[in-house]
């Protein structure tokens, strides 16, 4: 079974590495591979439509059609709990005489996780969703999870829930839930980072916080690694070389400064591969104005095949 | 952006910005600047990573002030990170009314999951400790750095969202005619709340109504000291003593963010000093830079086999010379938009330096960078 098998593959990391660029590129690969692939977003920080060149970014709640084989939906908290109340009170009116009145809003603004827990419920409710012919209604779900510090309150929160709520149903699902996540065989955790020091040091830190939850990560994504433009055999030649006109000049001074920058990254990567065995994909630095689709798609030639490969 | 009146005119900069732009690195690179024009400036921060942590000494002991050993002659700096647990705890201790209830708390579950981590209470608790420190007046600037700003939103709302959640009458009114009174209470709230008193037992089940019952009766007594607190947190952070201050990439979605979160400091009427532009790739070009790619190159070509360099390498070069040209187009084009749509605004750019910023010497030379005026 390959990475791209799982019914959910989870990606975070540190903010800005680029983890919403690899959802996409993980969604894209897969649809290319055939198979169907949804992806999931938080609603207020909906990016992914965008990079679809979807314009406007998806109306929370509703799937919406990204390219053949691929659909996106972003998820809001607050109107997940509603879909939960209906279908956990079967009654519509109720549900809603409950979600308007006043102590039910209390509760939910502030109530610790609440709105984690709903929003992963809501993933493990698209999980069990099947077709009229009893087949899994999606192939895989790609979430793009907040960034390593709430993505982690986050895959923390079916645990915590089964210790505050220890009967009713909010417990059963928090369970199932609990489950599916841990559940190598169904679920992969995606850690993204980037060849820099905080970005390394915060995913080193990650794969220890995310032991004792009893979770692991299945793969290292490390993105925006500079191409060998310049070599380090022209390092010498460029210390010493001042052409005469100012083109010249700027040029030489770009290719230091790309110099430079691979040889941090590369002091970056061997950090990473002395400190854990994990498997790693690595994505090339894109020289562009903006991530569009021709940018995702470069980053998903690459990490196709690569996932392809992964157990 | 004038950052030197800045530091020498606020008492808080609180740094907001969205994931991984560089906030936590500008935050210490300002108390520490501010440091060496004479103040005694504190940065705050919240998940320092290791190695920036270990360079301001904050790995021992969270919560605690500690000094970063600078060159003598100048003020002094001082880092910590925040434990927002500790500042929770402390905040009941503080305001409990007996030492039963402080315990009945402490213990109680809900608490142990608001108190850790989670929806919110880690952002209040860093505004929270903000004021502590404040008041002590021991520092003459403090820097708060912020997790990423969506999330950084949350400090604006936190304060209301606790104390909302600690006074919610109407639920614990509910709560208390639930367990409390019994029937009677029950029939007291009306037919309405008690089918929905029954349909909430029904899915969050007793143990967390029991719990939650606890927790709500425990804080009794406790709401006013929060509330005023909160009150007295919001009206420091909007006052002139402070600063929000907003840190972007000059990518689109870094920026994007920081526009809205700009905007939504104008809402809250908050007090806004400007945006500081980080990692904007060198201009290494002058006159030139208005020639196309194609030029460019050939240029760069003849210049290169002019001083002497083999064709092979030179092509190289010019490739990483157009590569970097691509970003340097792309961060200009997105800042001028930036510029143009906060009008008159305060704009700040910083040059991506080559080398990561994760220690002392790195920030020194951040420093000049971001203390640098006319732009
Ligand atoms: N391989 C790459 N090469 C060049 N730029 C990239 C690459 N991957 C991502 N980027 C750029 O980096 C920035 C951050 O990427 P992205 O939004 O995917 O990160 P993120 O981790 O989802 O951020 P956040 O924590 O804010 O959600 C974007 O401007 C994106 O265009
Ligand atoms: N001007 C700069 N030049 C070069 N590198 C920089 C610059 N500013 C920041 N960096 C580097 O960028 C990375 C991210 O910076 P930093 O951790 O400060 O961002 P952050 O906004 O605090 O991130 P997070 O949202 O994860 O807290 C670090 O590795 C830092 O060394
Ligand atoms: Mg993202
Ligand atoms: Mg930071």
Known sequence: MSLLDRQVLIVTGKGGVGKTAVAAAIGLAAAWSGRRALLVEIASEAHVAGLFGESGGAEPGKEVALHPNLTGLAIEPQQALEEYLTLALRVRALAERLADSRAFGYLTAAAPGLRELVTLGKIWHLTEQRTRDGERRHGLIVVDAPATGHGLALLRTPRAFLEIARAGRVHEESRAIAELVADQARTGIVLVTRAEEMPVSETLDTLERLRPLGLEARVLVVNALYPELVTGADRETLRTLVPAGETGQAAVRAARSHLARRDDQAGELGRLAAATSLPRVELPFLFRAGLDLDGVSELAAVLGPAFEELP | ?375
């Open chain 2, 1 to 375: 952006m004038n950052v030197e009146r800045l530091i020498a005119e606020a008492e808080i900069i609180v740094v907001c910005g969205s994931g991984g732009v560089g906030k936590t690195t500008a935050s210490a690179a300002l108390a520490l600047g501010a440091a060496r024009r004479g103040r005694t400036a504190c940065v705050l921060t919240i998940d320092p990573a290791r190695r920036l942590a270990n360079a301001l000494g904050l790995e021992e002991l969270p919560d605690e002030a500690h000094e970063v050993p600078l060159p003598a002659g100048g003020g002094r700096l001082f880092a910590m990170a925040l434990d927002a647990k500790r500042t929770f705890d402390r905040l009941v201790e503080e305001h409990a009314p007996t030492a039963e209830a402080r315990d009945r708390i402490l213990r109680n579950r809900i608490y142990g999951q608001l108190s850790s981590a989670m929806g919110g209470s880690q952002e209040y608790m860093a505004m929270e400790r903000l004021f502590e420190l404040h008041e002590q007046g021991i520092y003459d600037l403090l820097v708060l750095d912020t997790p990423p700003s969506r999330h950084a939103l949350d400090f604006i709302d936190a304060p209301n969202r606790i104390t909302r959640f600690v006074e919610g009458r109407a639920l614990r009114t509910l709560v208390e005619g639930g367990l409390r009174v019994g029937g009677l209470g029950l029939r007291a709230l009306g037919q309405a709340s008690l089918v929905g008193w029954k349909a909430l037992e029904r899915v969050i089940g007793v143990t967390f109504l029991s719990d939650l019952t606890e927790f709500l009766l425990a804080f009794e007594g406790m709401y006013d000291g929060f509330k005023e607190r909160a009150t007295a947190v919001r009206s420091l952070l909007g006052d002139r003593r402070t600063v929000f201050l907003l840190v972007t990439t000059p990518e689109r979605e870094p920026i994007e963010e920081a526009i809205f979160f700009w905007q939504r400091l104008v809402e809250a009427e908050l007090p806004f000093g400007g945006v500081i532009v980080n990692k904007v790739h060198a201009d290494f070009l002058g006159d030139e830079r208005h020639r196309s790619p194609a030029a460019l190159r050939r240029a760069a070509l003849a210049q290169l086999a002019e001083a002497g360099l083999e064709a092979s390498v030179a092509g190289r070069v010019a490739d990483a010379f157009l590569a970097h040209q691509v970003l340097v187009e792309r961060d200009r084009a997105n800042v001028r938009s930036l510029a143009r749509r906060l009008g008159s605004e305060p704009l700040l750019e910083v040059p991506y330096l080559d080398g990561d910023v994760h220690d002392v010497p790195g920030l020194e030379r951040l420093e000049p960078h971001l203390f640098a005026t006319g732009a």
